[in-house]
């Protein structure tokens, strides 16, 4: 039986661990042949002898790298941004530097990527784009993320302004919102708290299922978004959280 994602080309960035590698790992199950880009060359070659995946350095803040990408890989059916940057902290907290550091990796990087394939899509008959946004966003304020989650809102408008623009011409654009996800960038954070393990519990305390997800989990609502079983969904934000913001 083919895959869900047979035949198609995807591009996924930050696949060299959490989210992005447990997408590009599926999507290539799925079928998919898969560009999986990451500035973490190290782990990235990790995927290089996995079926259906090659791997290519991508910095998404450097705008030669992605039109270079983009020369070799050419029109993508799938766009997924998974690149992104916490930074912890109120707005007393946050300085111009931390405000502008985030802007550039979560929101501007949108800005170059889509930009750099959106035409080579639209001439290429269409596609599916998604952006991994938060629920620490417009739907919801977290404590202790201001820049993160006021990036992450921005990330909400540029995808819906790009599903309402593009809709006609078979370009899809859809938000991935998750809660807390396991990740190794997430216990990177925890291990450089004063007390990983209070810092630990305090995750998974305000998770109402009484864990955390998996980037497995969220693998699979990519899948669905980048196939064609979503082909009538554009301009939404899914929510993936657990109970949350219930």
């Avoid at 979560?106 to 750099?116: A, D, P």
């Avoid at 809660?179 to 305090?202: C, F, G, W, Y």
């Avoid at 993936?240 to 913001?245: F, K, L, Q």
Wanted: aromatic share 6%; proline share 4%.
């Amino acid at each position: 039986m083919p895959g869900r994602l047979e035949g198609k080309v995807a591009v996924v960035t930050a696949a060299a661990q959490g989210i992005g590698r447990a997408t590009a790992l599926t999507f290539a199950r799925e079928g998919a042949t898969v560009w999986a880009t990451d500035i973490n060359e190290v782990k990235l070659k990790e995927l290089a002898d996995t079926a259906g995946i090659t791997t290519s350095r991508l910095d998404v803040t450097n705008q030669t790298d992605i039109e270079a990408l983009a020369d070799v890989v050419g029109a993508p059916d799938v766009l997924f941004n998974c690149a992104g940057y916490v930074a912890g902290g109120t707005i007393l907290e946050c300085t111009e530097e931390d405000w502008d550091f985030s802007f550039n990796i979560n929101v501007k990087s949108l800005y170059r990527v889509i930009g750099t394939f959106l035409p080579l899509m639209i001439e290429n008959g269409g596609g599916s784009i998604i952006n991994m946004s938060s629920v620490a966003s417009n739907i919801s304020g977290v404590s202790n993320r201001f820049v993160y989650g006021t990036t992450k809102a921005a990330v909400t408008g540029l995808t819906k302004s790009i599903a309402k623009d593009f809709v006609g011409q078979g370009i899809r654009c859809n938000a991935i919102c998750p809660a807390t996800v396991d990740t190794p960038s997430l216990h990177d954070r925890i291990n450089a708290q004063p007390d990983p393990e209070k810092a630990m519990q305090e995750f998974i305390a305000r998770q109402p299922m009484g864990r955390m997800g998996k980037p497995e989990e969220i693998a699979y609502l990519a899948i669905y978004l980048a196939s064609d079983e979503s082909s009538y969904t554009t301009g939404t934000e899914q929510l993936i959280d657990g109970a949350m913001t219930l």
